[in-house]
């Protein structure tokens, strides 16, 4: 039992030698948690090489009082370059994702958080 435990561990280190995903964070002194998550996809349809895609699961939860505004900068590694932008309500969250270009490549994303303006 012992020996299946060290081989299925030392045959998934590899998996984790593979380079992680960077999350910079600007929360402004405000209450926002964050956890990250990253998932890699790999597609097989038979029609081309395999190929994989990264992707960086943020999820934000307005810990404050008060609304706050928060936008994710995929970075220069990012198949989609746009800005993501979430407003939050107290005690609200929010899931965002940030793809790479490839498995295996940073993810160098950018999280800014501020309080909400009044309008």
Same mark, same amino acid.
């Given at each position: 039992?012992?020996?299946? !435990?060290?081989?299925?561990? &030392?045959?998934?280190?590899?998996?984790?030698?593979?380079? /992680? %995903?960077?999350? $910079? +964070?600007?929360?402004?002194?405000?209450?926002?948690?964050?956890?990250?998550?990253?998932?890699?996809?790999?597609?097989?349809?038979?029609?081309?090489?395999?190929?994989?895609?990264?992707?960086?699961?943020?999820? !934000?939860?307005?810990?404050? &009082?008060?609304?706050?505004?928060?936008?994710?900068?995929? /970075? %220069?590694?990012? $198949? +989609?370059?746009?800005?993501?932008?979430?407003?939050?309500?107290?005690?609200?969250?929010?899931?965002?994702?940030?793809?790479?270009?490839?498995?295996?490549?940073?993810?160098?994303?950018?999280?800014?958080?501020?309080?909400?303006?009044?309008?």
């Amino acid at each position: 039992m012992n020996r299946i !435990l060290i081989c299925g561990i &030392a045959a998934s280190l590899p998996l984790l030698a593979v380079a /992680g %995903p960077e999350l $910079t +964070e600007e929360l402004n002194g405000l209450k926002v948690e964050t956890s990250t998550s990253p998932f890699t996809a790999q597609d097989n349809t038979g029609s081309g090489p395999v190929t994989g895609n990264a992707t960086l699961v943020l999820k !934000l939860t307005n810990r404050e &009082a008060r609304a706050v505004e928060c936008e994710v900068d995929p /970075g %220069p590694t990012a $198949t +989609e370059v746009q800005v993501q932008k979430v407003s939050l309500a107290p005690g609200e969250s929010a899931t965002l994702r940030v793809d790479s270009r490839a498995a295996g490549a940073r993810t160098e994303a950018k999280l800014t958080c501020q309080p909400a303006s009044a309008s």
